[in-house]
């Protein structure tokens, strides 16, 4: 297992296109995350999901970002009619479940960096 | 409203010295932090973490230290290498064993291991 992946690493977009990220999360964790890192600033929360189910969303998921992971392996992460605000970098985590008084340090991918032109 | 923060945005440390990160939190109900190292183009990695029933938890040349009352805690490496040089998120956490638990992070600070 090569760790976290995701694809692509870079993508340029035209604002108002509708554009797609794939993460695949290491093969054991049902665990997986999605962040976004803007310059400057600390990754912040979008979404998790346990195995297939989407358990929480951040407020900042605005109902131009959905997300699945349909099977429970790998997920997607689309972003309609993308506006200039929405450049970042886009991180996918995995872990196992937290265990009792144990918290499993994620293990993030590279990311994807948009950019909306 | 930035629950994580942490104030210096760089740090200069001489090698072989020691490096104290530092990260002060608002959000008295967090009850798990996490430290994170960050190089240029990658993912952050996931370094140490401490639960709040403790207040130290050492893994080799890093050690974490938590001050609830003062809700303050820090990150020392020593002594300090120059593959040290990285960005460090500190992260903080609300376990209920089972419900949400994404992690907020503070702004990060970068650390330059100087030779």
């Known amino acids: 297992d090569t760790g976290v992946s995701q694809d692509p690493r870079h993508k340029i977009t035209k604002r108002g296109q509708n554009v797609t990220f794939r993460c695949d999360p290491i093969s054991e964790h049902n665990r997986l995350y999605w962040y976004r890192q803007t310059l400057g600033q600390g990754p912040e929360f979008l979404t998790y999901f346990q195995n297939e189910a989407q358990l929480e969303k951040s407020r900042l998921l605005s109902d131009r970002f959905s997300a699945e ?27 196992l479940s937290p265990g009792q008084g144990t918290h499993y340090g994620y293990t993030f991918g590279s990311g994807t960096r948009l950019t909306v032109v | 409203d930035q629950q994580v ?7 200069s440390v001489q ?6 990160l530092n990260c002060d939190y608002t959000n008295s109900m967090f009850d ?24 130290k938890n050492e893994d080799g040349r890093f ?16 002594p300090s290498q120059p593959g040290d040089s990285a960005v460090y998120f500190c992260a903080a956490s609300l376990y209920s064993g089972g419900g949400a638990d994404g992690l907020t992070f503070g702004k990060g600070t970068h650390l330059i291991i100087q030779p």
Request: some cysteine; overall charge positive; glycine content about 4%.
């Open chain 1, 69 to 95: 992971r349909p099977k429970g392996s790998f997920s997607t992460l689309e972003i309609q009619r993308t506006e200039q605000g929405d450049s970042a970098m886009y991180l996918c985590a995995s872990s």
């Open chain 2, 5 to 11: 923060k942490q104030n210096s945005p760089s740090l």
């Open chain 2, 15 to 20: 090698e072989g010295r020691i490096s104290i």
């Open chain 2, 32 to 55: 798990y932090f996490l430290w994170y190292k960050k190089y240029p183009a990658e993912g952050p990695t996931f370094l140490i973490s401490i639960s709040s029933i403790k207040d």
């Open chain 2, 63 to 78: 050690t974490v230290f938590l001050n609830k009352s003062a809700k303050h805690l820090s990150l020392h490496i020593v």
